[in-house]
């Protein structure tokens, strides 16, 4: 019995009373469900929190009344997660390695909260969570609630009884567990407002294109339309409020720009990452609102941003997309730079006009009262108030200490210096 082989895997572990299960209602947490009542003893409470994801809440809650919970809480945690998570990462410019829009991620830390205040709420000694020992979200999940609640046990069961993915399968159909996977069709999927997640399978396989059916959401380029669609966003200090001109809160701007997306197959995102355990690993996702969102404010903030402003910028954006990817949530030193992005964000105010199409993203217009941009100095025309006269001066301070270095190598000074001669200014 596949029972029998599981108990090889590990040690029996100690048993608690109440545990509460960060439940998702797929696989893992569904076999996890029935494997913590066996090997824990325990009575278990799960919490399953709605942060956009495409599933049926009240059919996740009675799966986990039918696998014997004593207790489920459904959460609507959607406008939390786009008002304190993915605002934060528009205004971040958050593309892991610069092209993940780091959509699990965020809210990773998210779901730990709330499984810490449902714990503390019921008197729980722990938490479980369906992670692998291979993957990110257990280093997000185990810190965050560490550090809410440094006295809570955490458990892993996905670590601790070593089943393969067809082992799972095999315990959910020997304890009558219904599951959205079979051996053929074996994807592992998390999606939530700001993105989807695909891994397993032939995924697993780096040099094979993604099949037809690892996509859910995204038209596939080829088959979008033959016409391109314009949309404008506006922005407010660095938070999209508007589209086309209709004001809407942040979960209904994301959907309508998603289904936006998704026509024009837009968001597709196929790259190999560095995960924060070593691996590297062949990542797939569909993100079509991050992808369209982040190009239009990165656009729009550049737009009303000095040189040095825009580059300093960018490295503070790359820190506070790694802390966030890699667990980080709850540094001090993600809130210190978000006081330096907040400010920044102030003046990332104006419209961004979008061209969808054909999988493609491109911004083709933009305005702002906050614009540096001048007409009057960048035009071509005679009517230019820019003094090309002051570019002599500038070119001969700007390459002064450049040419001076170049003059003055170690290797090449007896070759220069009797030829080379540094103006004096």
């Known amino acids: 019995m596949l029972k029998d082989r599981i108990a090889t895997f590990s040690a029996r572990p100690d048993e608690v009373d109440l545990c509460v299960l960060l439940y998702s209602g797929g696989l893992d947490t569904s076999c996890m469900l029935k494997w913590l009542q066996e090997n824990y003893n325990t009575d278990v409470i799960t919490v399953t929190l709605n942060v956009g994801q495409a599933k049926e809440f009240k059919e996740i809650e009675n799966k986990a009344k039918k696998l014997g919970v004593k207790k489920h809480y459904t959460i609507d945690a959607r406008e939390e997660f786009v008002q304190e998570y993915v605002f934060k990462a528009i205004k971040a410019n958050a593309l892991y390695q610069d092209a993940y829009p780091i959509s699990s991620s965020l809210s990773r830390p ?36 560490n550090t809410l609640a440094p006295d809570m046990k955490i458990i892993a069961p996905v670590v601790e009884w070593g089943m393969t993915r067809e082992d799972e399968i095999a315990y959910a159909q020997e304890h009558d567990i219904p599951i959205p996977v079979t051996v053929n069709s074996p994807y592992s999927i998390d999606d939530n407002l700001w993105g989807r997640s695909i891994e397993c399978g032939v995924l697993e396989h780096p040099e094979v294109e993604p099949p037809y059916d690892a996509y859910l959401w995204t038209t596939p380029p080829e088959k979008a339309p033959d016409d391109p669609a314009y949309v404008e966003i506006d922005f407010e ?73 825009n580059t300093f910028k960018k490295f503070v954006d790359e820190q506070w997309t790694s802390l966030v990817y890699t667990g980080l949530w709850v540094e001090p030193l993600r809130e210190d730079l978000e006081a330096f992005i907040d400010k920044v964000n102030k003046k990332v105010t104006g419209m961004v006009r979008v061209k969808l199409y054909k999988g493609n993203a491109t911004v083709v217009g933009r305005s702002s009262e906050y614009a540096l941009y001048d007409e009057n100095l960048a035009t071509y025309d005679r009517k230019s108030t820019f003094n090309q006269l002051a570019s002599f001066g500038f070119i001969e301070l700007w390459g002064l200490q450049s040419r001076m270095a170049q003059a003055l190598k170690p290797e090449d000074k007896k070759v220069h210096s009797k030829n080379v001669k540094v103006k004096s200014t």
Not at 115 to 131: D, F, L, P, T, Y
């Open 110 to 145: 998210l779901i730990a909260k709330w499984g810490v205040e449902i714990a503390k709420k019921e008197g729980a000694e722990a938490i479980a969570h369906g992670c692998t020992g291979k993957g990110n979200d257990q280093v997000r999940f185990s810190i965050t609630i």
């Open 237 to 309: 200090e660095g938070i999209p409020v508007s589209v086309d001109g209709v004001k809407m809160n942040g979960v209904d701007l994301i959907l309508k720009i998603h289904e936006l997306g998704c026509a024009h197959g837009v968001g597709r995102i196929d790259h190999m990452e560095d995960r924060i355990v070593g691996l590297k690993s062949r990542e797939v996702y569909e993100c079509p609102a991050a992808t369209i969102l982040l190009k239009a404010h990165k656009d729009l903030e550049k737009f009303v941003c000095t040189r040095h402003e």
